[in-house]
């Protein structure tokens, strides 16, 4: 069965800081790959989402996340992060060819103004 | 406007007092499903359903019950609930195309609490 990894449970930055979240997962075949962001108290929300292309992909409020095949990973990145930025952060894969993602137990970012 | 809404948002009720909470979604999706989310556990898929009347059991599926009699609506059941089903919630809904507009949307929640 597929897994997901996040191994960053807790992340705590400064605002201005960089920040990086990985994501590894298990399936060798063909993946979509999902970050998605839920602020406190709200429902999750999709940040970006890989399906084919250009393995770099851009999301909103300044997210990107990279599509390394070799490395299995899709690890989110944002170079400048935000007080406003304060959320749980998970990854989420799914299987070519199937309609059920698997998620990562999530990360935790705080960041101090 | 596109949406997955939840009822009730938040349920306080005691240990074996059969509940329903409904998930209902507008964007005429074929792939529907429930989710808990505890703390350090993430996301857990209890239930799925991928068109009217075709669910199946995710992760977690003991001690709930879910149907799909219209494709707009998965309501979840729990038939005797216990205090290790006090959790959050979300029901999420997506097409079932395979392609890249399978975005899974997701509800607001239901904080529920079993004493």
């Known amino acids: 069965a597929q897994s997901v990894s996040q191994h960053n449970h807790h992340v705590i930055l400064s605002e201005a800081a960089s920040l990086e979240l990985g994501c590894n997962y298990s399936?060798?075949?063909?993946?979509?790959l999902f970050w998605y962001v839920q602020y406190p108290g709200q429902h999750l929300q999709l940040l970006l989402k890989?399906?084919?292309?250009?393995?770099l992909v851009k999301g909103i409020k300044g997210f990107e996340a990279e599509f390394i095949k070799s490395k299995f990973s899709f690890n989110l990145r944002k170079p400048s992060v935000q007080w406003s930025d304060t959320a749980e952060y998970f990854c989420?894969?799914?299987?070519?060819?199937?309609?059920?993602?698997?998620f990562g137990r999530g990360t935790s970012l705080i960041v101090h103004p | 406007e596109a949406q997955v809404t939840q009822n009730p948002r938040y349920l306080i009720t005691v240990t074996g007092k059969k509940l329903t909470v409904t998930c209902s979604q507008n964007?005429?999706?074929?792939?529907m499903s429930w989710y808990r989310q505890d703390p350090g556990l993430g996301l857990r898929q209890i239930y799925y359903?991928?068109?009217?009347?075709?669910?199946d059991k995710g992760d977690v599926p003991e001690g709930y019950k879910v149907s799909r009699k219209e494709k707009r609506n998965f309501p979840l059941i729990l038939e005797s609930p216990s205090p290790n089903q006090t959790s959050l919630y979300f029901c999420?809904?997506?097409?079932?195309?395979?392609?890249?507009?399978?975005?899974?949307?997701f509800g607001p929640g239901t904080r529920l609490t079993v004493l």
């Open positions: 399936y060798g075949g063909t993946v979509n």
């Open positions: 989420a894969v799914k299987e070519g060819g199937s309609y059920i993602p698997t």
């Open positions: 964007m005429n999706h074929e792939y």
């Open positions: 999420a809904s997506s097409s079932a195309s395979g392609t890249s507009t399978d975005t899974q949307y």
């Open positions: 359903s991928m068109n009217v009347e075709v669910t």
């Open positions: 890989y399906f084919s292309g250009d393995p």
